[in-house]
């Protein structure tokens, strides 16, 4: 088993008065950032790789009336994997290269200078003897759509219920699609 830090956005907790800050907190020893936009509400969770430690993560929330939007990556620049690297700017530089060692990452987002997932520079730092910082582990590409595609399922639907036509079948009795109709409502309880 492994430890692995994931952040998750929370569009509903505006404020560090909400009381579902103090759960997150105090239930889930979350570490909690609010922003004009929401939340990042960060977890450090057990599993035997950061999937399905980030759904259960993501699950535990939910249970707790705390529904994350999706994770957010942890992405960092050349500075600051520098900084948390503790090595120059320059040594990040010739990672990026090749020119100190190969297969450093590529960037998750190529923009103007870059951004790296933290947890794939880490895992290169790891497997480079560059680091000592083996007792966190942190999601990849793949964990974060594993962990969002799970979020995005397995959201609690709130609201009145909705209403779907259901196609038109040879045994209808009118024969007319759209003339039958199902309502769905699922509660919190049903979302795991």
């Not at 009795?173 to 699922?186: F, M, Q, W, Y």
Request: proline share 7%.
């Amino acid at each position: 088993m492994s430890t692995f830090e994931i952040s998750f956005e929370v569009p509903t907790l505006t404020s560090l008065d909400d009381p579902l800050v103090d759960v997150a907190e105090d239930e889930l020893d979350a570490f909690v950032v609010v922003s004009g936009y929401g939340a990042r509400v960060t977890l450090s969770w057990e599993g035997v790789s950061a999937a399905p430690a980030g759904r259960e993560a993501g699950t535990a929330l939910i249970r707790h009336g705390i529904v994350p939007a999706r994770t957010l990556p942890d992405l960092v620049s050349p500075s600051e994997i520098a900084m948390r690297a503790s090595v120059t700017r320059q040594a990040v530089g010739a990672w990026i290269r090749g020119e100190r060692g190969e297969g450093f990452p590529a960037p998750f987002y190529a923009g103007d200078r870059g951004l790296w997932l933290w947890g794939e520079v880490n895992a290169w730092l790891i497997a480079n003897d560059r680091t000592h910082d083996v007792g966190v582990a942190y999601p990849s590409r793949s964990d974060h759509t594993d962990i969002d595609y799970h979020l995005l399922t397995h959201r609690p639907v709130s609201g009145p219920a909705r209403v779907f036509p259901l196609p038109w079948s040879p045994d209808s009795d009118t024969g007319r699609a759209g003339t039958e109709c199902v309502a769905l409502k699922i509660d919190v309880k049903d979302a795991r």
